[in-house]
């Protein structure tokens, strides 16, 4: 009897000892992306009552709280996504982003020497408003070149 007392003591030290260590939290790799963050999972385990799978990620800079990351991953990281994103994925999505900026640009730049100059448009009202077609009459029975 003294002899099962004793193991159960030795048990509740060590895993006393134990709880004060530091844990060391490992998880799988799932990829990476294009700004260099690592993403990891812990898999969901039912039997011991962890229902939803652990997703993290590692920043290429430790101390930028305000890191970017892509969407693709972001869903995935919230859970929103089950599978984590492919890397085609990601790229074409990163050229596409990047297509559209550069059209954002293109009109900014087309529409921007009207800013520049500080001349705008005044907007027509009443029947001025209206496109004028020669082959369309201005009043019933007149046309835009020759009165009747």
Sequence with gaps: ???EGRSILAMIFRNFI???KPRQIIGT?????YFGNKYFEIAADPRIGKRKPSR???PTEKDNFEQEIPAEWEAWLRGRREAPPTEEEVLRNLALM??????????ASKYSGAKNLGVLQQ????IE???KYPEYEIM?????NCEK
């Design 1 to 3: 009897m003294a002899q």
């Design 18 to 20: 134990q709880s004060l």
């Design 29 to 33: 790799p799932v990829g990476k992306d």
């Design 56 to 58: 993290w990620f590692e």
């Design 98 to 107: 990047q297509q559209k900026k550069q059209n954002a640009a293109e009109i």
């Design 123 to 126: 907007e027509k009202k009443g």
């Design 129 to 131: 408003s209206f496109p």
């Design 140 to 144: 019933p029975g007149k046309s835009q």
